[in-house]
């Protein structure tokens, strides 16, 4: 089965490439408008074609409804550009996204710990439960899940979620140092009171567009 991740992968290289491809034969200009009017058409020609597989399909559709709303605002190309920089980045020589593990995790629960981050892993979280930091920025990871996610070997291979309370830039840009993606589930409400969720996923191949760090480089 075609994975998201690389799919969307393909599809932004392709449509940079198209782009720049029509530029240089002077077919569309290297302006923000131009751009974005013509990435729209191709996106809108890729849906009609179903030139990618179905797993990218509910994407495409929201490309094209912002081009379509927003016009230039809509900033395709930058998007597009912010996708493949922040994906391959973190691809080996095979396409293969990084491998988490509980070695990768603890990583970052240290680099976390240094930003005054608390983190409370320790504790079973099935139902709604409240957690009082005082302010401090705050990761809950529920230990039972956990525990269900990572394999004898120490591989991550179940979603786990993180449940977070601070600078979300900043717990995703952390994230991606240690090159791990985030999935944003929601920004605020979640079985932690006044906590977002967000999930990883094995390898980093979540079924959506992932959040994307402030820089990728």
């Known amino acids: 089965m075609t994975s998201f991740y690389n799919e969307i992968l393909n599809v932004v290289t392709e449509g940079l490439s198209t782009l720049v491809a029509a530029q240089d034969a002077g077919k569309t200009q290297k ?11 191709w996106v809108t020609k890729m849906i009609k ?7 990218v399909s509910k994407t495409l559709l929201e490309w094209q409804k912002q081009s379509r709303t927003m016009g230039k605002n809509a900033q395709l190309k930058v ?10 980045a973190l691809n080996d020589t ?9 070695e990768l995790i ?17 504790y079973e979280v099935n ?14 990871v529920c230990a039972a899940q956990y525990k269900q996610s990572i394999d004898e070997q120490g591989v991550l291979v179940k979603p786990l979620s993180f449940y977070m309370r601070g600078n979300t830039q900043q717990f995703i ?17 979640s079985k932690v009171k006044f906590h977002g969720e967000f999930v990883i996923y094995p390898d980093n191949a979540g079924s959506q567009l992932p959040e994307l760090p402030t820089v990728a480089n």
């Open 31 to 41: 302006n923000p408008v131009s751009e974005t009017v013509f990435l729209s058409a």
């Open 127 to 140: 139902r709604k439960v409240s957690h009082h930091t005082d302010g401090q920025a705050s990761l809950v």
């Open 79 to 88: 998007q597009f550009e912010r996708i493949k920089n922040t994906l391959s």
């Open 94 to 102: 095979n396409g293969k996204s990084t491998i988490i593990n509980a």
């Open 173 to 189: 840009d952390l994230a991606y140092q240690q090159g791990v993606l985030l999935y944003k589930i929601t920004d605020y409400k």
């Open 106 to 122: 603890e990583s970052f629960y240290r680099v976390l710990e240094q930003a005054d981050w608390l983190i409370t892993n320790e």
């Open 49 to 55: 074609q179903q030139r990618f597989d179905h797993c």
